[in-house]
T-cell receptor, first 113, second 114 residues
C-alpha cells in the first residue's frame, strides 16, 4: 500500500504565485524525497530530507519535515510555467536497507502564464 | 553526471513477442531498480538489484524477467505480456543499500502491449 498521501491532488496557480503541497506518511522513515515528473517523462529528483532534518532549501524550493506529525511540505516560490508537472513525495523507511521508496499519489500542478 | 539511460523510449509489442528493456548508469551505483507506472498513478517498485544480485522481487509475474549483467546495466526481459502490462517502465539507481541516498530515475520506456 502507498506510504504517502499527498494533498492537494491538483493545484492551479498563476505565474509568480507560490505553490504548496503536503505529504503525509504512516510509518517511521529514514528520509523523504520529492520528485517532479513532467507529462510522459521520467522522475527528476528535487530534494532529499533526512529524518533528523527539519527544513531544506534548493533554489526556489523549500521542504519541511515534521516527523512528529509524519508530514512534509514542498513549497515552490515564484512559480513559472515550466513548473507545471506532477510532484511526488517518496519515503524511505527505517526498516528497509535496500533503498526502497514508497510513493505518494502525487500532486498535479498547473502554472498558467 | 547523474544520468540513468533507458532504451527504447517507446516499445509496442504483441502478446506473443519477446522483447527487452535496457537501462544503463555510470555513476558507480550498486543498487538498481525497476519501477512500473500506470497513467496518473505513482510508480510501483518491481525489482531491486544490489551488487548485481536480485534482492527484492515485489511479487512480479514471471512474464517479467530482470537481469543485471554487470554493475552498470539492468535489463527487463518481457515475454507473453498482457495488455494491462502497458505502462511506463522506469529504471533507477542509487548508492547501495543505505537508506537515505538519492535515487535517480531514467526517462522511462513506454510499453504498449497489443
Amino acid at each position: 500500500s502507498q506510504q504517502g498521501e499527498e494533498d492537494p491532488q491538483a493545484l492551479s496557480i498563476q505565474e509568480g504565485e507560490n505553490a504548496t503541497m503536503n505529504c503525509s506518511y504512516k510509518t517511521s522513515i529514514n528520509n523523504l524525497q520529492w520528485y517532479r515528473q513532467n507529462s510522459g517523462r521520467g522522475l527528476v529528483h528535487l530534494i532529499l530530507i533526512r529524518s533528523n532534518e527539519r527544513e531544506k532549501h534548493s533554489g526556489r524550493l523549500r521542504v519541511t519535515l515534521d516527523t512528529s506529525k509524519k508530514s512534509s511540505s514542498l513549497l515552490i516560490t515564484a512559480s513559472r510555467a515550466a513548473d507545471t508537472a506532477s510532484y511526488f513525495c517518496a519515503t524511505g523507511m527505517t526498516t528497509d536497507s535496500w533503498g526502497k521508496l514508497q510513493f505518494g499519489a502525487g500532486t498535479q500542478v498547473v502554472v498558467t502564464p | 553526471d547523474t544520468e540513468v539511460t533507458q532504451t527504447p523510449k517507446h516499445l509496442v509489442m504483441g502478446m506473443t513477442n519477446k522483447k527487452s528493456l535496457k537501462c544503463e548508469q555510470h555513476m558507480g551505483h550498486r543498487a538498481m531498480y525497476w519501477y512500473k507506472q500506470k497513467a496518473k498513478k505513482p510508480p510501483e517498485l518491481m525489482f531491486v538489484y544490489s551488487y548485481e544480485k536480485l534482492s527484492i522481487n515485489e511479487s512480479v509475474p514471471s512474464r517479467f524477467s530482470p537481469e543485471c549483467p554487470n554493475s552498470s546495466l539492468l535489463n527487463l526481459h518481457l515475454h507473453a505480456l498482457q495488455p494491462e502490462d502497458s505502462a511506463l517502465y522506469l529504471c533507477a539507481s542509487s548508492q547501495l543499500g543505505i537508506s537515505g541516498n538519492t535515487i535517480y530515475f531514467g526517462e522511462g520506456s513506454w510499453l504498449t502491449v497489443v
